[in-house]
Nanobody, 121 residues
Framework: QEQLVESGGGLVQVGGSLTLACEVR????????AGWYRQPQGKQRELVAT???????NYADSVKGRFTISRDNAKNTVYLQMNSLKPEDTAVYYC???????????????WGQGTQVTVSS
């Protein structure tokens, strides 16, 4: 199975921007879908954005218009560009490789170590 390595998190002020990257190792990324999740401290992990193998994207309502998911198959990497960050975006962010069945995204069982994003007010 693939190994996922996230990077790009950090501390940013309200209204700032960050770009997260996730390298998919050990497997050809091209036929896979991908998704970004986040888990605020003490809360459940939630799906933030997905991208299918053709580049089609979907977003949670809470990030729509502020976050952009993209992929570079040549680099086996999926990105999450985050703009206009809010304190409620503070969380550990995880990426996943997976598949779509109909309109539903199903992540594979492997997860990376995550990357912390902290938005200060």
């Amino acid at each position: 199975q693939e190994q996922l390595v996230e990077s790009g998190g950090g501390l940013v002020q309200v209204g700032g921007s960050l770009t997260l990257a996730c390298e998919v190792r050990g497997r050809d990324f091209t036929p896979l879908a991908a998704g970004w999740y986040r888990q605020p401290q003490g809360k459940q992990r939630e799906l933030v954005a997905t991208i299918n193998r053709g580049g089609g994207t979907n977003y949670a309502d809470s990030v729509k218009g502020r976050f952009t998911i993209s992929r570079d198959n040549a680099k086996n990497t999926v990105y999450l560009q985050m703009n206009s960050l809010k304190p409620e975006d503070t969380a550990v962010y995880y990426c996943s490789a997976g598949t779509f069945i109909g309109a539903n995204y199903y992540p594979n069982s492997r997860w990376g170590q995550g990357t912390q994003v902290t938005v200060s007010s």
